[in-house]
């Protein structure tokens, strides 16, 4: 079936995950629920990790039939997410999939950013995806089977002003991603970015808002808005089998707004 330029479709429906033990971060909304959700229909089982409990999240996994827990974390803090390594190998015994989506996205006048903030914007959108990929990546050695999927942001190829701290932590999401690929490949672990584009999330209605939305619609090849569905296709494919033989890429998920 043909859909007219623009129109969104749902995802199938298949059993690409069965099995696996997903973990994703910030799984309480937005980008975090929709991921959590197709990896759960497509047959894994979701550990949901946010600083507040993902509990709606968790919810409508059990509904599709999949087991889940809701974890709360401040991933930015090595002791928190040492606290909850145990709660996540002890819920299925290993875990086979990571989703690095935990993050923030402030704009912020550099004249006016002082050091505290822009190490608390490094931390939760750069620290914490080293923090939760060493708190997995044991146990996905040990099964010689991994993926590991990092959100970074297409903002990385455009001229976007006063979002200096961002821009700096999520092209160190890309090199991240790069490096640790070429470690973890050994292992039978790939690891990959996704770029989403400013999309009609709470988070994204809150911080960037409905006219500047729009804006950016208009300069995408797709001239709609982005939702949250629109990047668990891409984070789908790289958490599964079929990404056995990529690694250490990354894919830009934004309606074609990069290509400018």
């Known amino acids: 079936m043909r859909h007219a330029p ?12 069965s099995g ?7 799984a309480a909304g937005g980008f975090g629920t929709a ?7 497509r047959g894994a089982d979701i550990i949901a990790v946010d600083l507040k409990a993902a509990e709606d999240t968790i919810s409508a996994v059990r509904e599709i039939g999949r087991k889940g827990i809701t974890l709360q974390a401040d991933l930015a803090d090595p002791e928190q997410v040492e606290a909850i390594t145990a709660d996540m190998r002890a819920f299925a015994g290993r875990i086979d999939i990571l989703v690095n989506n935990a993050g923030i996205f402030p704009f ?27 708190a997995v990546m044991g146990s996905m ?13 297409n903002s990385l190829g455009l001229t976007v002003p006063d ?3 961002y821009m700096a932590a999520k092209g160190g999401v890309v090199g991240f991603t790069r490096a640790l690929a070429t470690d973890l490949a050994p292992y039978g ?10 999309s009609s999330t709470p988070g994204g209605q809150t911080f960037i808002g409905d006219e500047v939305l729009q804006a950016v619609a208009e300069m995408q090849a797709i001239k709609r808005v ?8 891409a984070v789908c494919f790289l958490s599964s089998d079929d990404c056995a033989f990529m690694t250490g890429q990354t894919l830009v998920a934004d309606g074609g707004l990069m290509r400018v």
């Open 6 to 17: 623009g129109q969104e479709r749902s995802m199938p429906t298949t059993s690409s995950h």
């Open 20 to 26: 696996r033990v997903a973990v994703v971060t910030g």
């Open 35 to 41: 991921i959590s959700l197709e990896l759960a229909r």
């Open 108 to 134: 912020r006048n550099v004249w006016e950013l002082d050091f505290a903030e822009w190490k608390r914007i490094q931390s939760i959108n750069l620290d914490s995806q080293f923090l939760m990929a060493k």
């Open 141 to 153: 050695r040990e099964n010689s089977w991994g993926r590991i999927v990092n959100l970074a942001s």
């Open 163 to 165: 979002m200096v701290p």
């Open 189 to 198: 672990i790939t690891v990959n970015a996704v770029c989403p584009t400013a």
């Open 226 to 233: 982005g939702s949250a569905t629109d990047i668990v296709g």
